[in-house]
């Protein structure tokens, strides 16, 4: 009950108000970070429809949101493919094609085509990415299977059957 009046009252207290250049600043670092409106408004304590409001209002700061939310699909992708090195070079264990992984190639996949515009995107270019894609996800799963295989064969190893 605590946090609802907590929620109320920073969304009243800020109602109204325009975003400071530090709380702008703070709100669009913290959105590149995480991805996330709620956490990036709450580090510059504001409440998130203030953010949306101000959004909708100043066509710079909208900018300057997008940019934010770019460099986090860049930061996800980055994780992708660092998460992929250390599967293949043995620092970290697991299918690299889990639920996880897929979701977050399709949600960088659909940012990328939300970013083109509809004539600047040529069907030639969207089979190519299709291809790309499909030939990405096969070979994510060539890469699960025999990390599994090799994992089946150190343990097997371990507990003195064939290697």
């Not at 109204?16 to 709380?23: D, Y």
């Not at 930061?75 to 998460?83: D, F, H, P, V, W």
Request: hydrophobic content about 45%.
């Amino acid at each position: 009950m605590g946090q609802g009046i907590a929620t109320r009252s920073k969304a009243a207290a800020s109602r109204g108000r325009a975003l400071s250049r530090k709380a702008r600043n703070g709100f669009l670092d913290h959105l590149a970070a995480t991805g996330s409106v709620d956490a990036a408004a709450d580090a510059v304590e504001i409440a998130p429809l203030q953010a949306y409001a101000a959004c909708r209002t100043d066509t710079a700061f909208a900018e300057a949101w997008r940019a934010a939310l770019r460099v986090g699909y860049d930061r996800l992708e980055a994780m992708l493919i660092e998460r992929t090195g250390a599967v293949l070079a043995g620092e970290a264990s697991g299918p690299l094609e889990t639920p996880d992984v897929l979701f977050a190639l399709r949600l960088i996949e659909r940012q990328r085509e939300a970013e083109g515009s509809p004539g600047k995107r040529a069907r030639a270019g969207a089979d190519a990415a299709d291809k790309t894609d499909a030939a990405i996800l096969k070979r994510l799963a060539m890469l699960s299977k025999r990390h599994a295989i090799e994992e089946a064969r150190a343990r097997r190893a371990q507990e003195g059957g064939d290697p």
